[in-house]
RNA sequence: GCGGUAGUAGCUCAGCUGGAUAGAGCAACGGAUUUCUAAUCCGUGGGUCGGGGGUUCAAGUCCCUCCUACCGUGCCA
């Protein structure tokens, strides 16, 4: 039954292994697929593109195949095959079968220890948030920071090495102007109180007393210099506003709950640029162009003309420098299998040629090129269709905008509260709401960003972020503690083993909520696959529609204890399954709500 | 100019990389509640998948061509 926990890997080594007996050309794949649950639960769509390029019948390939695969008495004890349609193999789990998978994968542990191989022997090093130092995180920070951090769960669930590397840009040329407000204005109260703040304000400054005056710019300008030249009194400085900076950075990371393992910013980068000019030009894929330094790529369309620039005609690196170094770091230092890159899609340009160039780089100096993913997110949009702002102009900051909605959630669960009291209803605690409006909060924005195709703009809107109906946070969560609801009517020890003594599962609604647990899997690996965490999304709430209907069809405390067993037992994977897909979103779930 | 990402129900979005009669949620309308938490469920109506052409057994999905929006395109990151 072990094998079974991937069940579209399952049949399609089955049907792989039907066609080569069939005497098919080994040209044969199965293209296994979810099916629409009138035909089954997988289908089989090889046999079409089969026979198209031998110029056979699609029907008479797909019957050879379902004839052998009728011959396997232990297949067809679990499965229905037919074959309808121009040629497609459906496949429908038998009720046996679907009690006998949730009896063997039980409990998260060994939901999680089953998942484990899908990424097995992979190290990713994930570099998302990555912001600016001296800036508040704002509503521009936020896509990036979530999707990457439900991108490392999912790949560490799948048994990845995941390495989480904040490459932040602390070594820019803003620091001139910085440094020159820093050493005249600082406000060291707020420094303390808020240090992203102030040094945001006097960045702001220093760019605002720069365009007034050329005096500011010179001066600006000989802070920069002093500081590339790793001037100790400049090194001292920078070494503290960078300090203060992260340490605000990390307090909006608090707040969702998510801790980085390495902070290797563009400074660190900083002596390891002379080695990327010299192996770039030795190489000969480095060529002078109008006083800089560039790669150019003549088989690519646009790269052929449109350079990467890896140093400025003045001399000094730039991004692309230090992220060819970072490249070579990574690859190195954390023998990764795999790079992925989180960012807005607008660096897409960037990143494509950083790939190019990467990738001939090590050829032609004997190292292992890792997979590389650019993973991008569009724009979060006001509602005027223009990028998501505040009324002052100003983007939304972070912080004020999780405030605002566990503000927004606590009021919410209070009426709610007040209506179970109005009714006689367990109330909750004080506690219990202030925790409860938290959790809904910070889930709510999480999921709202997460339920979205990542490469699409989309529009934010308060209304729609704290909906508590539809594919939102507040819904799975609520199917979360209505299911927990039922487990306090029993013992501990009463939940054990449910499915020894339970009857087999029968009604409509039971079946059709075993069947979506058991999809689990294939939208898992298909949502590591593509690193697009939607599609979890979209299965949890279809996962939680199921069990909804199943909770107002099929009561589940009832007197036959056979069929109480069952219905637990349900609930209980159910509930794995939930917990499970919502941690990979960095959602907790709620005894109440 | 070249290139990228989009355009699907009134609104917000899915659509598993070419498969069977295009799906959800919201909004609208009709129903279910002595509740294992109704923040729920069941049902009804709603579509020229931006326009046009093409490829094939099969196109929302692929190729061509227009239209619209946002974005990128040599010294910011």
Redesign the pocket.
């Known amino acids: 039954m072990q094998d079974w926990f991937d069940l579209a890997k399952k049949m399609d080594s089955l049907v792989l292994e039907a066609a080569a007996t069939a005497g098919l050309e080994d040209t044969f794949t199965a293209?296994i697929?979810?099916?629409?649950p009138?035909?089954?639960d997988l289908?089989a769509?090889g046999a079409?593109?089969y026979a198209?390029r031998n110029k056979a019948n699609?029907r008479q390939i797909g019957q050879s195949i379902v004839d052998l695969l009728e011959k396997n008495e232990d297949l067809t004890s679990k499965v229905e095959i037919t074959l309808?349609?121009?040629g497609?193999i459906?496949f429908k789990f038998k009720a046996d079968f679907l009690q006998d998978w949730l009896k063997t994968f039980s409990g998260s542990e060994q939901l999680k220890k089953a998942a484990a191989h899908l990424q097995e022997n992979e190290t990713v090093v994930v570099d998302y948030s990555s912001p600016?130092t001296a800036k508040q995180m704002h509503i521009g920070h936020l896509r990036s920071l979530i999707i990457g951090e439900s991108i490392c769960k999912l790949l560490a669930f799948c048994g990845a090495k995941v390495i989480r590397d904040n490459h932040i840009?602390d070594w820019?040329?803003a620091y001139g102007r910085l440094f020159y407000a820093y050493k005249r204005f600082l406000d060291e109260e707020n420094l303390e109180a808020n240090p992203l703040g102030e040094l945001e304000r006097l960045y702001k400054l220093g760019s605002k007393l720069a365009t007034e005056d050329e005096e500011v710019v010179k001066e600006s300008r000989e802070e920069l210099v002093k500081l590339q030249s790793e001037d100790p009194e400049a090194m001292a400085l920078w070494e503290q506003v960078n300090g203060h900076s992260i340490d605000g950075i990390k307090r909006v990371y608090e707040l969702f709950d998510i801790s980085f393992d390495h902070y290797l910013g563009?400074s660190f980068y900083r002596n390891m640029v002379e080695q990327v000019y010299k192996e770039l030009e030795e190489s000969g894929l480095g060529e002078e162009?109008?006083?800089?330094w560039?790669v150019f790529h003549p088989e690519h369309?646009?790269y052929a003309t449109?350079?990467f620039?890896y140093r400025?005609?003045?001399g000094a690196s730039?991004?692309?420098t230090?992220d060819l170094a970072t490249m070579l770091y990574r690859a190195e230092h954390f023998k990764a299998s795999s790079i992925i890159i989180e960012t807005d899609?607008?660096?897409?340009?960037?990143f494509e040629q950083l790939e190019l160039t990467t990738q001939k780089w090590f050829e032609k100096t004997g190292r292992t090129f890792p997979k590389f993913s650019h993973v991008f997110h569009?724009?979060i949009?006001g509602e005027n269709?223009?990028?998501m702002a505040s009324r002052t102009g100003e983007p939304v900051l972070l912080k004020d905008l999780i405030a605002e909605s566990i503000e927004r959630a606590e009021k919410?669960?209070r009426e709610?509260?007040d209506?179970?009291i109005a009714k006689g209803?367990a109330a909750l605690a004080e506690e219990e709401i202030v925790a409860?409006a938290k959790v809904?909060g910070t889930s709510s924005i999480r999921y709202a960003e997460l339920?979205?195709?990542r490469?699409?703009?989309?529009?934010f809107a308060w209304d729609?972020l704290l909906?508590?109906?539809?594919?939102t946070a507040?819904?799975l969560l609520?199917a979360a503690?209505?299911i927990?609801?039922?487990f306090?009517?029993f013992e501990a020890a009463d939940l054990e083993n449910l499915a020894d003594k339970a009857s087999n599962i029968e009604t409509d609604e039971e079946l059709a909520l075993a069947r979506k647990i058991l999809g689990f899997v294939?939208v898992l690996q298909?949502t590591v696959e593509?690193l697009?965490p939607?599609?979890l999304c979209?299965y949890l709430?279809e996962l939680?529609?199921a069990y909804?209907?199943f909770?107002?069809?099929?009561?589940?405390?009832v007197p036959e204890a056979d069929i109480q067993s069952r219905r637990l037992m349900l609930c209980q994977r159910t509930l794995d399954v939930l917990e499970t897909g919502l941690g990979l979103l960095g959602i907790p779930t709620?005894?109440?709500?």
Request: proline residues 5%; glycine residues 10%; aromatic residues 10%.
């Open positions: 293209d697929r979810t099916a629409d009138r035909f089954g289908q769509n079409l593109p198209k699609p309808s349609g121009p497609f459906n600016n840009g820019g040329t563009e162009s109008e006083g800089a560039v369309k646009r449109q350079p620039m400025k005609s003045d730039n991004y692309a230090t899609f607008r660096q897409k340009d960037h569009g724009t949009m269709g223009k990028a919410i669960v709610k509260n209506e179970k209803q409860a809904i339920s979205q195709n490469t699409s703009d989309y529009v729609k909906s508590f109906e539809g594919n507040p819904y609520y503690t209505r927990k609801s039922i306090r009517n294939g298909q593509t697009r939607h599609l979209t709430f939680a529609g909804s209907s909770y107002n069809a099929n009561k589940v405390i709620l005894e109440r709500m």
